[in-house]
């Protein structure tokens, strides 16, 4: 194969060089459209962007200013006096709720065989808790002190304490107990 050029005057490839500046030129116009019609897309949404935002500024300063006329239109007396009407009523929703065989049920579980209740006092707290209040007699303060360990190792009681404890006529112990009493879900 012969590598030498016989011709008089050079050869050129021109053709296959325009061709790709003609190539390139449609690939730069392709882009330069593509530019074009993304600009005016964008534009045109920032503008519909910033509509949408003027619209909600001026709602949300109408709604401060009807929410401040409302604030200007409550009565301090009136909320105070629902205020503690609606406490009121969740106290008396709470009392309602208090569960009176739940109770006994634990205790029954919990009693020793040396321990009776005599005296039993729920109290429902006006923060919705409830303390309860019961007269025990055993026949020693180890007897009442057991039932006591029994109940605080329930889920149910926490903080039991004895209030005072007294001999009686018959040689056994009277003790008065108190302890938060947390119902079962």
């Given at each position: 194969?012969?590598?030498?050029?016989?011709?008089?005057?050079?050869?050129?490839?021109?053709?296959?060089?325009?061709?790709?500046l003609i190539l390139a030129a449609v690939v730069v116009l392709a882009l330069t459209l593509f530019n074009v019609t993304q600009i005016v897309v964008l534009s045109r949404r920032h503008l519909a962007l910033g509509h949408e935002i003027a619209a909600a500024d001026?709602?949300?300063?109408?709604?401060?200013?009807?929410?401040?006329?409302?604030?200007?239109?409550?009565?301090?007396?009136?909320?105070?006096?629902?205020?503690?009407?609606?406490?009121?009523?969740?106290?008396?929703?709470?009392?309602?709720?208090?569960?009176?065989?739940?109770?006994?049920?634990?205790?029954?579980?919990?009693?020793?065989?040396?321990?009776?209740?005599?005296?039993?006092?729920?109290?429902?707290?006006?923060?919705?808790?409830?303390?309860?209040?019961?007269?025990?007699?055993?026949?020693?303060?180890?007897?009442?002190?057991?039932?006591?360990?029994?109940?605080?190792?329930?889920?149910?009681?926490?903080?039991?304490?004895?209030?005072?404890?007294?001999?009686?006529?018959?040689?056994?112990?009277?003790?008065?107990?108190?302890?938060?009493?947390?119902?079962?879900?």
């Open positions: 194969m012969l590598r030498s050029n016989l011709a008089t005057r050079p050869f050129y490839n021109e053709r296959g060089v325009h061709g790709l001026g709602r949300a300063q109408d709604l401060r200013a009807r929410a401040a006329q409302e604030r200007q239109a409550v009565d301090p007396k009136q909320v105070a006096q629902i205020s503690d009407e609606a406490r009121e009523a969740n106290a008396i929703i709470s009392q309602r709720l208090f569960s009176w065989t739940d109770l006994p049920n634990r205790l029954e579980t919990t009693l020793p065989d040396g321990v009776r209740i005599t005296l039993l006092r729920p109290q429902v707290e006006p923060d919705g808790s409830v303390t309860v209040a019961m007269t025990v007699t055993g026949r020693s303060i180890e007897d009442i002190e057991e039932f006591m360990a029994r109940l605080e190792k329930t889920s149910a009681f926490s903080g039991v304490y004895p209030r005072d404890d007294v001999p009686t006529d018959d040689g056994l112990v009277q003790a008065t107990l108190e302890g938060k009493y947390a119902a079962a879900p």
